[in-house]
């Protein structure tokens, strides 16, 4: 591949265009694009350019008015009906701002505004700035991203008002730079086959943003002055994994992102059209499909195999990487770029499990770690790393998509310890002045005997359950899971595991809160229909398990599946139930 | 005309989407529709602007006033869609 060399043709140009330079954004939908660069100025015109409009223009000018209103719903229209063929659920956003632009209220305004002698483009400026600014004020994080929202149609329509389009066909195969793109846009660059895009506003809850994931197109946002910086068809190459835009590209840079793009082009076409599917049975169960993930990494690929949300983030792995605790600052950051990739699909965060087995500064070495000071009891035993792990979480929580797990709960007091520490902590937060979800679901791992078995109480006091398979069946069985001498007795299909887990399920379906399995079951081929049949409704495995464990979903039927469990708990065995499960599969 | 209060019970609380939601419902009736929020802000549940505008959050409890022919169908309707969390995940 050829260096380009000349990117202003025919112009003569002071600076120097031959430095690669890279230029640090927010990830906001993943992917690699290599391509030209369009860039697209802003529009800043002053409203000062136009002077009041005589009385005899006004209702002519009321019309012109009207038919922007018009050309923009049925421009909407016709983008949304687009996207809904493409992308389905996701394109609701588009008819949001079809009723915008509809908006009766905010037409009388405009309307009455340009009979007072305004002339169109400054009535629209005026109503929808003040509408807009009620919204950047918000309390709330996502309201604020509202402001975008109202701006957007604004700016949608201001252009239909001077006639402007952004000409979409010379847009093909290239990456497109701009102040800010809307919803329309993002559809339309995809119809005509551009690459990726570069905003410089930022906001990765921005509807752009959520259509650009879903189509997946990849996309940086929030890189300052972008426009100005990237040069006219010169090539540019955007790291939608990483946040990344770089310009004038080495060759040997070049080089490695076509090599990182194709590897992952190859992993995740197919995928993603089985991505697209709903992980619901025959008779129409909906089993949410969670993957687990440690890194940001991670949930890229998790994404691409269809996952529709993290269901189990291992914190200590962040530990285990650093060699060390990281303080709140790296949490913090750690946890919301989690969070912002995952956006909008929830994310789980297990507070640390660690326990004596995997050296921890203060902690005595116990003949027994398994039966030590491990997860919650460490957790409460160092409640400084605890309550700090908590507050990073819950800044991490402003876009209300994060959910926070506790781990190895054995006994309500490790509860409400844990839930007094998690309120301290908001009122810390408040009191600092930070943003953050008031209302994160607080949720608890099912993995010991114990709190299976009291699931019905414990159910009463969180917001959710997660079954941890492996400790369940570990404790349960009294067979430690790393003993190769026992590993024929730990056997999660044990039907004194399943009963436990059944109770479980039970008392979350009772009490309406939402209960997971996170363990190597939930994955595992021959469990899929005893999941199922015991009423599971959200499941969280390896990436790479989703899309068979989501065709077999799709394949199953619960009232059989409930059929199945219910001679499965009846067995002696683990390996009755074994039999059982193979010979249903068989016969089908 | 029929008053009631109605809580926002899912998590994200009133944003674009269940706006929209609420909007599409309201159109589909002849009686005026109003929702007044914690700000006292009252508005037309017609509007969608309006209906983003009362940034309600989860737990909030807002006031209905309906008034017009067909006024307790949608008392009803409303009060089903806010009941079902706007069809979100709870």
Redesign the interface.
């Known amino acids: 591949m050829s260096h380009p060399i000349n990117h202003r043709f025919g112009t003569y140009t002071i600076v120097c265009v031959d430095e690669e330079s890279r230029l640090k954004g927010i990830p906001a939908s993943p992917g690699i694009a290599i391509g030209r660069c369009v860039v697209i100025q802003g529009d800043n015109q002053s409203l000062l350019h136009y002077s009041m409009i005589s009385d005899d223009k006004r209702v002519s000018e009321v019309e012109r008015y009207q038919n922007a209103v018009r050309l923009c719903a049925i421009e909407l229209q016709q983008t949304f009906q687009l996207a809904e063929k493409e992308i389905g659920n996701v394109a609701?956003?588009l008819?949001?701002y079809e009723?915008?632009v509809n908006?009766?209220?905010?037409n009388e305004a405009i309307i009455k505004r340009i009979r007072d002698g305004f002339p169109a483009e400054s009535a629209v400026s005026i109503e929808y700035d003040l509408?807009k600014n009620?919204?950047q004020y918000?309390?709330?994080a996502?309201?604020r991203e509202?402001a975008h929202?109202?701006e957007n149609v604004k700016e949608r329509l201001l252009h239909v008002l001077h006639n402007k389009h952004i000409s979409h066909s010379i847009a093909r195969n290239s990456i497109i730079v701009s102040p800010s793109i809307i919803p329309q846009d993002v559809i339309l660059f995809n119809e005509s086959e551009v690459l990726g895009f570069v905003t410089e506003v930022g906001g990765i809850t921005s509807?752009s943003c959520i259509l650009a994931r879903s189509l997946g197109l990849p996309a940086v946002i929030g890189v300052p002055n972008a426009t100005t910086v990237t040069v006219a068809n010169s090539v540019i190459i955007i790291d939608g994994y990483a946040g990344v835009v770089i310009t004038n590209p080495k060759p040997e840079t070049l080089e490695k992102y076509i090599r990182k793009q194709e590897q992952k082009k190859a992993q995740s076409k197919k995928l993603q059209r089985q991505a697209q599917f709903p992980a619901v049975t025959q008779d129409g169960t909906r089993i949410?499909l969670n993957a687990n993930a440690d890194t940001t990494d991670d949930v890229d690929v998790a994404l691409t195999h269809g996952a529709e949300g993290i269901g189990l983030v291992r914190t200590e792995m962040f530990i285990v990487k650093l060699q060390r605790f990281p303080d709140e600052a790296e949490q913090e950051e750690y946890y919301r770029d989690m969070s912002l990739r995952t956006y909008p699909n929830v994310v789980t965060f297990r507070a640390f499990d660690i326990g004596s087995d995997k050296h921890v500064e203060g902690l005595p070495h116990e003949k027994n770690p398994a039966l030590g000071m491990r997860g919650v009891r460490f957790l409460l035993h160092r409640k400084d790393i605890y309550l700090t792990q908590i507050r990073a979480i819950l800044k991490a929580s402003v876009n209300?998509n994060v959910r926070l797990l506790i781990p190895m709960i054995a006994n309500v007091q490790e509860i409400e310890e844990s839930l007094e520490l998690v309120k301290r902590a908001k009122k810390q937060l408040t009191d600092s002045g930070h943003d953050f979800d008031?209302?994160m679901?607080v949720g608890i791992m099912i993995e010991t005997p114990s709190s299976a078995l009291m699931a019905h109480k414990l159910a009463e006091l969180v917001n959710f359950f997660s079954i941890g398979t492996n400790d369940l069946t570990q404790y349960t069985l009294a067979a430690d899971r790393t003993n190769e001498m026992v590993s024929t007795i730990f056997d999660a299909f044990n039907p004194a595991v399943l009963r436990l887990m059944k109770h479980t399920v039970d008392a979350a379906t009772k009490n309406?809160i939402?209960v997971s399995v996170c363990g190597d079951f939930g994955g595992h081929s021959a469990a899929t229909e005893l999941l199922i049949g015991m009423g599971i409704n959200e499941l969280s495995v390896t990436p790479s398990l989703l899309p068979e464990l989501k065709q077999r979903i799709r394949k199953a039927s619960a009232k059989h599946a409930s059929k199945v469990f219910m001679d499965a708990v009846e067995c002696l065995s683990a390996k009755e139930v074994r039999n059982k499960v193979s010979a249903v599969r068989k016969k089908k | 005309m029929i008053e009631t209060d109605i809580t926002v019970v899912n998590?994200?609380?009133v944003?674009?989407?269940p706006?929209?939601m609420i909007?599409?419902l309201a159109a589909q009736f002849k009686s005026d529709i109003y929702l007044t929020g914690d700000n006292q802000l009252r508005i037309?549940a017609?509007?969608?602007?309006?209906v983003?505008?009362l940034?309600a959050?989860?737990?909030t409890i807002l006031h209905l006033t309906v008034s017009g022919e067909d006024e307790t169908a949608a008392v009803d309707k409303l009060s089903e869609l806010f009941a079902s969390g706007f069809g979100e995940?709870?």
């Open positions: 609701a956003i008819e949001t009723f915008i908006d009766f209220t905010i509408q009620f919204f918000a309390k709330d996502i309201l509202r929202d109202i509807h949410q209300k008031h209302a679901p309406n939402s | 998590r994200a609380g944003h674009t989407r706006a929209a909007v599409k037309n017609k509007s969608i602007i309006g983003m505008t940034a959050a989860q737990g995940h709870l």
